[in-house]
Structure formats: C-alpha cells, structure tokens
C-alpha cells in the first residue's frame, strides 16, 4: 500500500465510520490487518461462544487460531474438515445464539450500508439478528461508491471468486463471470442489505487500510 493509498483509506473510513455510527452501528479503523487482529481480540469477552463464518479476510490473518487461544472462548467453528455435513449444518445453527459472531462483508458503501449475498443464510441471518455482538472484519477493497455498485462488486466479482475458490461446479469457475445459473451449487441465493440497527452498536465494522478478501 503506497501513500497515497494510505491517505485515501484513513480519510475515506472516517467518512464511514461517521455514517455507520448514524444507522447505530459502531466503527474503528485500523491501518494494518496486525493491528485490526490486535484490537478484534480484545472485543472478545473472556468465556465468550464466537461464531467463525467463512471470512478469507479473517483467515488470512490468522484471527480464528488467536481466537481459539483466548481464555475460556468457545470457538464455533463449522469450517473443521473432519466435520460431516449434518454436524457442520448443526454447528452453524448453534452460531446463531452465539456471544460473538466474526464474519466479513462482501461489500461496504460509502454511508455505511452493509452488502452480503450467502448460499444458504446462515451468515447473514446470524448478522441480521442472534448473536448478540457482530465484528465484521472489512479490507477497504470491499468499499463502493453506492448501493447499486455494492450489488454489482458482490454479483459479478466476489461471487464468481468465491466460487473459483471453492471449485464449485458453477458456470463462473469456468468463466469467470456471473450467468445467473440455477446450479445446485449456486452460492448467490440469499441476499442482505443492512441499513441500520436497533440494538446500538451490536454491529462493529472493523475497517482495514488493506486489501483482504474478496
Ligand atoms: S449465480 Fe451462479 S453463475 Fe452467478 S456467481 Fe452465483 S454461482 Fe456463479
């Protein structure tokens, strides 16, 4: 990251933070992903369940292991390899009366409105409502102008990547682009655009002067 992308990151998340904290959600930056995980794990209450969805972003970082080391946290984690469907299926449901939930965003837009797009609706629902705190862990790459090209950035690029990453038998593997296909293996069923909260600052939006994630 050069300068003068780290100028246009610090700037342009104030201005989101600002904006989220008007819908009651609440919002911090932080320039590096070390320190984003630095201050993620210290919103983690000692003795806490934490829900891990799929989120590149977190991983990468290497949160969900640090996590897993905190005091006394549960780590509920349906992503385990040795894990059958069912029992993955069972751990997802057990996510949603989660402490913690800790996820990314597919898209995040200059007034603070959240973008997500699942295959079966578990992260999503369990950022709608459940868990009783939601981190969300959000590279400034995931930013867009508005909510017509939040759509578009998740539709025709995340989907497609997130697709080529799990090899999925989906007509964007190959192509790279979105056919709205009706595959078994479709991962864009379910929508979500969050405009606000009821519950004030349950939703934090941990903003990341990187790129991360898809
Ligand atoms: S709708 Fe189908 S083709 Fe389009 S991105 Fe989703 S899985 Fe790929």
Redesign the pocket.
Known sequence: MDEHQVVWNEKVAQKIIKNLEKRRLAGSYAATSTQAKAEVLEMIPQGASVFRCGSMTAGNMGLWEAIAELPGVNLIDPYRPELSREEGLELRRQGMVADVMVAGTNAITLDGRLVN?D?MGNRVAAMAFGPKKVILMVGMNKVAPDLQSAIARV??YA??V??IRYS?K????E?G???????P????NIWSTIEGQIIEGRIHVKLVGEYLGY
């Open positions: 797009l295959g539709k025709h989907a497609p997130n697709n999925f989906n007509p964007c593997v192509t682009l979105c056919s709205d296909c009706r595959s293996q479709r991962i864009c």
